[in-house]
Nanobody, 123 residues
């Protein structure tokens, strides 16, 4: 599975962005997918995850109620809708895919990673 994230940019606090993660591979629809982020000087942290069917989701407490993860398996794409953005959301955002299983918040458990997309939130 190859992943490519896009949709990052510069936005003012309180604004919104939607990130996309396009995947290649016929088995993508069977993978759990996640979003992680890494701010300058900090470790990579979990943001959200979604099951292969899209029925189950999981969020970090810091984004719960503001971010929504979704997927369209017909388009081999996972999305991260980010609303009410804060300056502390500034980071490089990465999408990842994992074989079916529990929705993990542990980055090393994910087998496949895309390149990051930069999100900058100005105050």
């Amino acid at each position: 599975v190859q992943l490519q994230a896009s949709g990052g940019g510069l936005v003012q606090a309180g604004g919104s962005l939607r990130l996309s993660c396009a995947a290649s591979g016929r088995t993508f629809s069977s993978y759990t997918c996640g979003w992680f982020r890494q701010a300058p000087g900090k470790e990579r942290e979990f943001v959200a995850a979604i099951s292969w069917s899209g029925v189950s989701t999981r969020y970090a407490d810091s984004v719960k109620g503001r971010f929504t993860i979704s997927r369209d398996n017909a388009k081999n794409t996972v999305y991260l809708q980010m609303n009410s953005l804060k300056p502390e959301d500034t980071a490089v955002y990465f999408c990842a895919a994992d074989r079916p299983g529990p929705l993990s918040d542990y980055a090393p458990s994910y087998d496949y990673w895309g390149q990051g997309t930069h999100v900058t939130v100005s105050s």
